[in-house]
C-alpha cells in the first residue's frame, strides 16, 4: 500500500452567537479536514485544529506520495526536520502539521485491518465520551446569546442541562 495523496479541506464552524473573549469576539472556529489516499483505495481521516492549514498539509503531504502509510517513522522524517532550529521551515508548523496527518495514518491503517483506532492503540479504556457543554460570553446574534453577565451565564448553563442533560461545563468569562 502506498500514499497517492494527501487532501486538506478547510470547514469553518459557526456560532449561534460569537463568543466574546480577552482579545474581542468570534464568531466561528476554522478548522482543517485531512485526508490521505491510497493506491488501494483506503482513506485516513485527521483534523488540523490550528484554523486554514491547507497550505502545511499540501507542502507537507508532497513529501508523502509514494511512502508506505504504515511507515510513521519514516513518513515523520519527511515531515518534521530532526533539528530544534531551520532557516527554511517553521518547526512548529511542521510538527502540528504532521500531527494532523499522523492522525489520518492511524485512522487508514485502523481501516486497512479492519479494526478500530483504540484496538490498535492497545485497547479502549472507555465505552462512551462525556460531552462538555462550553460557555462564555455571547453577543446576541439573531435573537440567540447575550449573556454577559455570570448570572445570564448560569441561567444559560441550567438551559443546556435541560434541554441536553448536559454533564459537565467548561468556560471562560474574562473579556475587556
Same mark, same amino acid.
Given at each position: ?21 480577552? +482579545? $474581542?469576539?468570534? &464568531? %466561528?472556529?476554522?478548522? =482543517?479536514? @485531512? ?8 482513506? !485516513? +481521516? $485527521?483534523?488540523? &485544529? %490550528?484554523?486554514?492549514? =491547507?497550505? @502545511? ?8 506520495? !509514494? +511512502? ?109
Amino acid at each position: 500500500m502506498k500514499i497517492t495523496n494527501v487532501r486538506a479541506t478547510p470547514v469553518n464552524i459557526p456560532f449561534k452567537a460569537p463568543y466574546r473573549y480577552a +482579545l $474581542g469576539s468570534t &464568531a %466561528s472556529l476554522t478548522k =482543517t479536514v @485531512v485526508e490521505v489516499e491510497t493506491d488501494e483505495g483506503v482513506t !485516513g +481521516l $485527521g483534523e488540523y &485544529a %490550528s484554523g486554514d492549514g =491547507t497550505h @502545511v498539509i499540501e507542502r507537507l503531504g508532497q513529501r508523502l506520495v !509514494g +511512502l508506505d502509510p504504515l511507515d510513521l517513522n519514516e513518513c515523520e522524517r519527511r515531515c518534521v526536520p530532526d533539528v530544534s532550529f531551520n532557516l527554511w521551515e517553521h518547526l512548529e508548523e511542521a510538527r502540528r502539521g504532521f500531527g494532523a496527518i499522523e492522525m489520518a495514518l492511524w485512522d487508514l491503517r485502523g481501516r486497512a485491518e479492519g479494526r478500530s483506532l483504540a484496538t490498535l492503540l492497545g485497547g479502549a479504556v472507555r465505552t462512551h465520551v462525556p460531552f462538555t457543554e462550553y460557555f462564555a460570553y455571547r453577543v446576541e446574534a439573531n435573537g440567540v446569546g447575550g449573556e454577559s453577565s455570570p448570572l445570564a451565564i448560569a441561567r444559560y448553563c441550567e438551559r443546556m442541562v435541560e434541554q441536553y442533560d448536559a454533564p459537565s461545563f467548561e468556560g471562560k468569562v474574562a473579556t475587556v
